[in-house]
């Protein structure tokens, strides 16, 4: 081949590939971008602590057993909880929680603020309401078994605040997650059963979702008033009953509906029983020695480092080691651990600008005594409590 017709040939291959359509630069629509204006954080300081009961069954659920609503509301009241939402079967009462649970003449109390709620009770599983107001279950209970995008019209519809309930097992919550606003990440006494109910949590989480994560004892029993009635799950009222475990909200008033909207925040932790220190998880974003934001809250993440401070407030011994476990988006970030007078850990971090990041805390440590439920000793191993996240360039219209 000669020059001329080797030139020739090169700048034919030029042409022939350059003629050949391109394949397009893809796009992705749903790439992390920096985060716009977010909500302002809530003063830290504008607040009470309330501790209560989130998954409790009386008499109006069938397989219950010596659980009157006057002795659920006494018991809660001796052991110093501030709120109680008692959540029976709907399925028991065909969806007619109206005049059942909540026309009960015991269904009153002049110092626990009562929710109302049920537990929806269904073949894909169970979820709890909660609500400040009296709402129509009814209308929730009849369209358990329609696709999702008609469950999650009638929940927005009716202003409730759905939470999913036990999300591993048997009765796991089978719908979207898109529909509620919590999820029940210890259910009951034994923390060793909801290590996927974690894991779950940590999924949804990771994917951008800003789910609270709450406690439930899911009590059905109590103790009987004479040995005679004495039933086959007797037991269980001194092992697991209200605020086994129990679950803390910062509101910004003692009343339901400030309960219901703390929840919905996520300003949130959990503990082993009434008795047992408060978590409180909160940061400094300018490192000014100021916290800013608490756990449940959500700023921007700047790429810069941010000094985060976890510490427990109230029944604490001095002579024991408490261990901090940090969980930076769903996996381990650092362990510490800290004793005294003052039980705190302090750590720095710096979340990305540009994508989400979470964290939250569990603690473990010698759980106080429960003796109003002496059987609850032990049974959730030492795990003393948890945190609900601080989130970084989460999405509020996610």
Request: proline fraction near 10%; charged fraction near 15%; avoid cysteine.
């Given at each position: 081949m000669n020059t001329q017709k080797l030139l020739l040939f090169t700048l034919f291959a030029i042409i022939s590939v350059s003629a050949r359509p391109q394949p397009p630069t893809h796009v992705n629509p749903w790439a992390p971008t920096e985060p716009g204006a977010l909500p302002p954080i809530a003063p830290l300081t504008s607040g009470v602590w309330l501790k209560g009961e989130l998954h409790m069954h009386s008499r109006h659920s069938k397989e219950s057993s010596n659980n009157p609503i006057s002795k659920i509301i006494a018991f809660c009241n001796s052991v110093g909880l501030d709120y109680l939402c008692i959540t029976d079967h709907d399925n028991h009462v065909e969806g007619d929680v109206e005049h059942n649970t909540w026309a009960d003449p015991e269904w009153k109390s002049d110092s626990l603020l009562l929710l109302y709620g049920a537990e929806w009770t269904t073949t894909r599983g169970h979820g709890n309401v909660f609500s400040a107001r009296r709402y129509d279950h009814q209308r929730l209970y009849d369209v358990r078994d329609q696709r999702d995008v008609v469950v999650g019209a009638i929940v927005k519809e009716l202003g409730i605040h759905v939470s999913a309930n036990h999300p591993s097992g048997k009765d796991h919550f089978g719908y979207s997650y898109d529909m509620v606003k919590s999820i029940e990440v210890w259910n009951s006494v034994i923390w060793s059963k909801n290590a996927n109910a974690i894991m779950i949590w940590d999924d949804m989480l990771s994917s951008g979702r800003k789910l609270t994560g709450r406690g439930g004892s899911d009590a059905h029993h109590g103790v009987p008033e004479t040995p005679d009635k004495a039933t086959k799950n007797s037991y269980q009222a001194k092992a697991n009953y209200a605020g086994t475990p129990t679950t803390w909200v910062f509101a910004t008033a003692r009343t339901s509906q400030a309960v219901v909207d703390a929840l919905t925040s996520g300003r949130v932790c959990i503990t082993a029983n009434p008795y047992t220190a408060k978590i409180e998880f909160l940061a400094d974003l300018d490192q000014d020695g100021k916290m800013?934001?608490?756990?449940?809250?959500?700023?921007?993440?700047?790429?810069?480092?941010?000094?985060?401070?976890?510490?427990?407030?109230?029944?604490?011994?001095?002579?024991?080691?408490?261990?901090?476990?940090?969980?930076?988006?769903?996996?381990?970030?650092?362990?510490?651990?800290?004793?005294?007078?003052?039980?705190?850990?302090?750590?720095?971090?710096?979340?990305?600008?540009?994508?989400?990041?979470?964290?939250?805390?569990?603690?473990?440590?010698?759980?106080?005594?429960?003796?109003?439920?002496?059987?609850?000793?032990?049974?959730?191993?030492?795990?003393?409590?948890?945190?609900?996240?601080?989130?970084?360039?989460?999405?509020?219209?996610?």
């Open positions: 800013d934001m608490m756990m449940g809250d959500n700023a921007k993440g700047t790429g810069k480092p941010v000094k985060f401070r976890v510490q427990l407030t109230g029944n604490t011994n001095p002579d024991s080691v408490y261990t901090f476990n940090i969980i930076k988006n769903g996996n381990p970030f650092n362990t510490y651990q800290a004793k005294g007078k003052t039980v705190a850990v302090e750590f720095t971090d710096a979340p990305i600008a540009i994508g989400r990041t979470y964290y939250r805390v569990e603690v473990q440590g010698p759980v106080p005594p429960y003796p109003q439920v002496p059987a609850s000793a032990g049974l959730n191993g030492n795990m003393l409590g948890l945190s609900n996240p601080l989130y970084f360039n989460f999405d509020p219209n996610f």
